[in-house]
């Protein structure tokens, strides 16, 4: 870390304060360089997310059947076309549906919400066609609930972010 400081032309004297993840490596890492450093709030909201509702076993399977189905109309331009055509026949926007990405769990929230507003256009489609995974109708109850649970959460963690950026201006 004090190379990277070196290698930007930081002095070490001016360096405050360090905004870092709560990795154990990163904040001994501050510790050897002897600065003060704070761990990052929306990564700390990113942690209990997962941890506290992305790790159960009930929203695990939902949201692997969830990327069977956005992953199936992401790799077969017949199926999005057809969900195309559906989404135009029940007057809905035309929007596609959008993949998670295991990293980021508000990608999830995002698929999540993509999967609940085309529900109707999935719901004819998987009359008409075979999708890689059906939802039941409890998950797509829970699919509902936890986008209701992730929202605040997106809502901080955009918060966050945004006030960091302005500070940093």
């Given at each position: 870390?004090?190379?990277?400081?070196?290698?930007?032309?930081?002095?070490?004297?001016?360096?405050?304060?360090?905004?870092?993840?709560?990795?154990?490596?990163?904040?001994?890492?501050?510790?050897?360089?002897?600065?003060?450093?704070?761990?990052?709030?929306?990564?700390?909201?990113?942690?209990?997310?997962?941890?506290?509702?992305?790790?159960?076993?009930?929203?695990?399977?939902?949201?692997?059947?969830?990327?069977?189905?956005?992953?199936?109309?992401?790799?077969?331009?017949?199926?999005?076309?057809?969900?195309?055509?559906?989404?135009?026949?029940?007057?809905?926007?035309i929007k596609r549906?959008?993949?998670?990405?295991?990293?980021?769990?508000?990608?999830?929230?995002?698929?999540?919400q993509s999967l609940?507003?085309?529900?109707?256009?999935?719901?004819?489609?998987?009359?008409?066609?075979?999708?890689?995974?059906?939802?039941?109708?409890?998950?797509?109850?829970?699919?509902?609930?936890?986008?209701?649970?992730?929202?605040?959460?997106?809502?901080?963690?955009?918060?966050?972010?945004?006030?960091?950026?302005?500070?940093?201006?």
């Amino acid at each position: 870390m004090e190379k990277m400081l070196n290698n930007w032309g930081i002095d070490k004297q001016r360096v405050h304060v360090i905004l870092r993840d709560n990795a154990a490596n990163m904040k001994k890492a501050m510790r050897d360089m002897e600065v003060q450093s704070v761990g990052c709030v929306a990564h700390s909201c990113q942690l209990c997310v997962h941890e506290g509702l992305l790790s159960q076993r009930s929203v695990t399977e939902t949201l692997a059947n969830t990327r069977k189905i956005v992953g199936h109309f992401k790799h077969s331009p017949l199926a999005y076309s057809r969900l195309e055509d559906i989404q135009m026949n029940l007057n809905m926007d035309i929007k596609r549906l959008q993949q998670d990405v295991q990293t980021r769990w508000n990608s999830s929230l995002y698929m999540l919400q993509s999967l609940l507003q085309q529900k109707r256009a999935l719901s004819v489609f998987a009359a008409e066609r075979t999708l890689p995974a059906t939802l039941t109708a409890h998950q797509w109850e829970l699919m509902n609930k936890t986008a209701d649970v992730l929202s605040p959460f997106e809502e901080l963690t955009r918060d966050v972010s945004r006030r960091l950026q302005l500070q940093l201006m």
